[in-house]
């Protein structure tokens, strides 16, 4: 088993639903087991074109699944929930799972980074990351709350889980 973070996000309809409903998705895999998910965080988008405020969470999961396996995984919750394929990138969405972090396991391949190109420029991914785990460090040994003054967006926390 090992320890991954996926972001959560979702900008349309029941947006705390769509997240609470894909964390459950997660645990109901006999392949996932979630450990903590950080509060639910209103926040605003960053890049893509105007749109509504986000709800924003992170799970800290164990899993037996290798990375390509999770990201299917994440883009199969997504499908159940309503998310069209194709959709207009950084635009609005039903649900948004993206693989953060795979122990410190570095993957570069076309359909998926590891650790997530973008998530030491987003306050949305590290403020609840941050909150589940403190002291998570990159691949390189680099502390994530390094990053967190300098990143971009605005965070509000919701409301717990």
Known sequence: ???????????VG?????????????SESPDVNVL???????????GGPPQRSFVNAVAKIETSL?????LALCKSIELRLGREPGEMRWGPRVIDLDVLLYDDVKV???????????????SFVLVPLLEIDPE??????????AFADEADGDVRLMEPF
């Open 14 to 26: 029941e947006r705390r639903s769509f997240c609470r409903d894909a964390v459950a998705m997660l």
């Open 66 to 70: 290798a990375p390509s396996d999770l």
């Open 1 to 11: 088993m090992v320890t991954s973070y996926i972001a959560i996000g979702s900008n």
């Open 108 to 122: 570069n391949d076309p359909d998926l980074e590891i650790p997530h190109p973008r998530m030491t420029r987003r």
């Open 36 to 46: 903590a998910t950080s509060s639910l965080y209103e926040t605003s988008p960053v």
């Open 136 to 145: 998570v460090a990159d691949p390189w040994g680099m502390p994530y709350k």
